[in-house]
């Protein structure tokens, strides 16, 4: 049952509080990770060797699948799992191919014309979930738009199953991806064999996908401590669910335990005009999570969830901006009036017939999103998260007669000669 809040009876720290996820006041979190990349940085492959003992209850005499071995695994998987999965690739293959685009020379100044390039990120590190649930998809959402963009090398890293594999739906992915090598590493000490390289692991340059909150706090350890950025902050996941009395209790409980049963940590949010419609989805959430296979994750997520009850739509819309939420499904018949007043969220799910389920897998947008309120200043990952754009400039005679004295005035009343000789000795050859 989720717990019931009155938006108007709410103080600024009541809401505060209620926004507030995914944190480690007393840095426990932070001390584990840091003793885990220390041990990464040190002893390279014997430290995930003994991670994957303690952690995976797996004793791996390599750390890595080649290419026979990934083939082998992806024909385990039936043929109607291979079609759902080819399908899932080209529908996110077709939204990401769209993304990048030339942009055209701007001529600023007569002689004087600048434009950007792009180029891929050179390496870069997919990390793929696989503690309570296996996320093949995971693996699209990330490797797509990374071969979209050019990546001249993807490295994989993902828990390795009890087997001391992985599963087929993963190896089938990395098929499509045509990735002939996958990393059997996971938590934290993935993330600091990618950001440092070991024995058997390259090095990569940005380092991208979800995570728990180890793997969350090493990814922004790293991005710290070394050159490696990293794509976003992107711990437990969440969503927040405006619903108003047009929307079906059913549909509104099926949204949020699909949510919940990501992990225990994860947070189901739903906020409502009408207290009849929250009464109504927490009987549902009842029935519904009965028959669940992982009931037992999705009833400690909802109970780290809650309800809010506000007066009107607007309202609704002003808590979640507040909330920042990676998922935000809109069931309500009104959905076209207010998602122009969306401001934080990281991918949004419009009316009764769009549950955010179709976006985690196979409508073509990407999942790996921001959460823990990072919304309000993260995007999800795009083909622009693998590439850079770098600027170009070129500027002929009349451009540096044009130009020249702009520079000069400038860099004089900045104090740096230099910088204004530069442009001196070139008008002076002219």
């Known amino acids: 049952m989720l717990k019931v809040y009155n938006y108007e009876k709410l103080l600024p720290t009541d809401v505060e509080q209620l926004v507030l996820r995914n944190t480690d006041p007393n840095n426990a979190i932070q001390e584990t990770v840091i003793e885990i990349i220390d041990q990464v940085k040190k002893d390279g492959d014997i430290a995930l060797k003994t991670y994957a003992s303690k952690f995976d209850q797996v004793n791996l005499e390599q750390i890595y699948l080649d290419k026979d071995e990934i083939e082998e695994l992806a024909l385990t998987i039936t043929r109607d799992q291979q079609r759902a999965l080819e399908i899932a690739f080209q529908n996110i293959h077709r939204f990401h191919s769209t993304q990048l685009k030339r942009e055209r020379v701007t001529e600023t100044m007569p002689g004087v014309k600048c434009w950007r390039e792009v180029r891929p990120i050179e390496r870069v590190g997919l990390y793929i979930p696989g503690g309570s649930a296996v996320l093949p998809s995971t693996l699209l959402m990330l490797g797509v738009p990374a071969r979209i963009a050019g990546c001249k090398e993807i490295v ?15 190896a089938f992915c990395l098929t499509l991806l045509k990735i002939e090598r996958i990393y059997l590493v996971g938590g934290a000490q993935a993330i600091a064999a990618m950001a440092f390289g070991t024995e058997t692991i390259p090095k990569v340059d940005k380092i991208f996908g979800p995570g728990n909150q ?3 706090k090493a990814k922004s350890i790293i991005q710290a401590q070394t050159n490696v950025s990293i794509d976003m902050p992107a711990g437990p996941s969440e969503v927040l669910i405006i619903a108003d009395e047009t929307a079906n209790p059913a549909y509104v409980a099926a949204d949020l335990l699909a949510q919940a049963e990501h992990g225990s940590d994860s947070q189901a949010v739903l906020v409502s005009t009408s207290d009849n419609l929250i009464e109504e989805v927490n009987k549902e959430l009842l029935t519904q999570i009965q028959v669940l296979p992982r009931k037992e994750t999705a009833s400690a997520a909802i109970t780290n969830s809650f309800a809010i009850l506000t007066s009107d739509l607007k309202q609704a819309i002003s808590f979640s901006n507040q909330y920042a939420p990676e998922h935000l499904i809109l069931e309500t018949d009104s959905w ?10 990281g991918s949004v799910f419009l009316g009764h017939l769009t549950p955010e389920s179709a976006g985690d897998y196979a409508s073509g947008t990407n999942h790996t999103l921001p959460t823990s309120g990072y919304a309000r200043s993260y995007s ?3 083909a622009d998260s693998f590439v850079k754009k770098i600027t170009f400039q070129q500027i002929n005679e009349q451009g ?3 130009i020249g004295s702009v520079v000069e005035t400038l ?3 900045e104090g740096l000669h230099a910088h ?7 008008k002076a050859m002219l």
């Open 156 to 170: 994989v890293c993902s828990p390795p199953q009890k087997t001391g594999k992985i599963n087929g739906f993963v």
């Open 214 to 216: 180890f793997v969350t």
């Open 336 to 345: 076209q009036s207010i998602s122009p007043l969306i401001l934080n969220a």
């Open 380 to 382: 999800g990952v795009s």
């Open 400 to 402: 540096l007669q044009q």
């Open 411 to 413: 860099a004089e009343l």
């Open 420 to 426: 204004k000789n530069a442009i001196t000795v070139r």
